[in-house]
Structure formats: structure tokens, C-alpha cells
């Protein structure tokens, strides 16, 4: 967290473009230590399955909440123009808030038991991002460049990385020693069909909030600070069900998500063929805020569906694989989503619209089905059998 802040000051105080794509490299670092352990230590200490479900319901909601708190911010901050660039305010938001954080978490959380005998797998994270740059750079800057060669090159790489980086994980496990990610978790099939719908989920919440600034500004002519602040009623509605889905969720399941997912589609697609130059601020406060009550019906449960089998022995792995998924997904969200918008820019933006927003359907979709695969409404909390002897041996070889 002290990191994350400094880092994010050093950001505000960039003068070249250069200095500010380092600053954001170092700000992304410090991020990748701190997020997982939130989802860890929930894992860890909230032992009761009713209690960590609302746990995680809470995250889910700060989660979304603080997407779209970012939105409204972001219009304010950066149509605003004091002593300093308003695009600075964004960066340096973050000094209070880190300040106040670090006082808090040094204050209230729980220290967990350390395990000193662990070493951190250099080579897992240099393969695993070196895969996750073959991939994510040619989508955004292959496009632009007229997808030469070289970019599908790229891709191609990144199959053969991501191919290697099991293959190396797999053997790190055979031989005692501690990668990078435990593959053994991928034996939990709702774990991988949760994975996936986290997958296609953020694809697709993080490409809308790009996709309607943009549209907002350059399509319907809304000034930076009054597209952020269309996003205040979405935003309300989204707290709103975000709660009522955390209690529900344990009474009714997948049952809850599926509904949001067809308030989604809705939402999109009347999007789709209403969202015209002309059209009324209310309409589209009106279709927003059905975005934002159908997305607090699905974004923060999906955490605990995707981790609701995970044994908390494997807690810090688990929340590791799934705030890389998460990421992936935002950056692949905006590099492929985000591409297709740009494409058809060149025909108009009420087009681009129309296309980004058929792959937001389309990534909705996907989600229903990753939804309908998963089981019932019962949150077990045991491991599948080999990875549960293998515990089982792994405990009394400590003992």
C-alpha cells in the first residue's frame, strides 16, 4: 500500500509520457502484492462459510463501487483545471486515501500464521509475464499499426509461453518446491467455470465504462464532468443490489447472478438501439442505472462462486489466479472491446457504439452459460480427493 501510493504521487508529478508509463509500471507492482492478499485474508479469516460469503460480498461491492466512483471522479478531476493539471488530481487522489488505508490496516487487520520456508518463483512470474505481454501488446498496438506480422507473431508466442508456464508449474509441484501457482486447483471444476465467467465478466465491465465515456463525449456531446456524473444513479442502484444479492445469494445461489445477466442483456441492447444523438438525459440515466443494478446483481458474487470450494489452506493461490484473471480480462476488455470501437470509429461513433456493444452482449452471454454450467445452490468447502491427501500427507510430514 505504501508502495501503491508513493507511486501513484510520482505519476502525478510525471513530465513526459515515458516517465508516467513507468510510474504506472511501478504502481501496477506494488498493486499485484496488495490486492490478492485482501482475497486471501478473507479466505483465512472469515472461516464460516455464511460469514465469508458476505465477506466477499462486501469486497465485490467496494470492488464495483470504486469502478464507478472512478468514473464520476475521473470526469470531475480532469475537467478541472486549478494550480495543477486536473489529469494530476486523479493521481494524487490516492495519497489521503493510501495514508489512510495504511493507518487502518496497520490498526485493525489480523496478522495470519507466516510460512517462512516458502520462496517466491522468479522464473513462474518472469514466463507468466512474458506470456501476458505477447498477448496483451499486439492486441492493442497491432491494431493501430495495421496488424503487421510481427503482431500475430506475438500471439503466437504467447500460446507456446502460456503452454511452457504450466508445463513449469507442473513440474516445480512434482518436485516439492513452490510455484508460482498451484495447478492442482484447476481439479476444482467450479473453480475454472467460475475463473471463466470472471473472465468474460470484467471483459466486459471494464470495456462498458470505456465504451460510454467515450460515447457520452465524442457521440452525444457530454462534457467530461457531466459524463461522470451520469454514472452517480448507476452507481447508487448498483450498492443497492450488490446488498440485496449478498443476502440472497446464500439462499438462492446462481439463481441471483442469472437474473442480473438478463438484466444485462436488456440493459445492452436497448442501449444498442436507443443511444442516438438527441435522446433524453433521462432515457439514458434510466438505461445506466438498469446497467448498474443488473451488474450489482452479478459482479461481486461472482468472487465467492468462483472461491466458494477453495479450502482456505490454498487461499493465497486461489486469490492469486483470480486477481489474474481479473486483470487480464480488464486489459483484454479494453484491448479487444476497445479495438473494435476505435475500428468502426472511423464510420461514426453512433457505429462503433453498435459493434462495442454487440462483443458487451456477446461477453454476457458467455457469463449466463458459465452460470448455468455451475452447480446448485450448496457452497461446500472440501478439495477434491488427490489434492486433498496430498494435504492431508503435506500436514503430517509438518507435524
Known sequence: MFAFTVASCLCGLSQTAFQLNVTRLFQGLSASFMVPQTIAFIQVLFTDTKERAKAFGLYGITLGTAAVIGQVLGGYLSDTHWFIEGWRLVFFINLPIGMVTLWATYQYVTETVKHQSTKFDYTGILILTLALFSLIYPLIQGREAGWPLWSFGLLAVSVLLFMFFIYNQKIKLSRNENPLIDVRLFRIKDFNIGLVAVLFHFMLHTAYLLLSAVYLQNGLGVSALD????????????????????????????????????????????????WKPGISIWMIIGLMGMWGFGNGLVLPSLLNIALKNVPSQYAGAAAGIYSTFQQTASALGVSI???????????????????GIICLLICVVMVGLMLQLLPGTKIASEIPGKLQEKNERSETADI
Open 337 to 355: 472491446i476497445g479495438g473494435v470501437f476505435f475500428y468502426f470509429s472511423k464510420d461514426g461513433w453512433q457505429a462503433a457504439y453498435h459493434f
Open 227 to 274: 459524463s461522470g456524473l451520469y454514472f452517480i444513479v448507476p452507481g447508487i442502484l448498483f450498492i443497492c443490489s450488490s446488498v440485496m444479492a449478498s443476502r440472497l445469494i446464500v439462499k438462492f445461489g446462481k439463481r441471483v447472478l442469472q437474473i442480473g445477466v438478463v438484466i444485462l442483456l436488456a440493459a445492452f441492447y436497448l442501449q444498442m438501439t436507443l
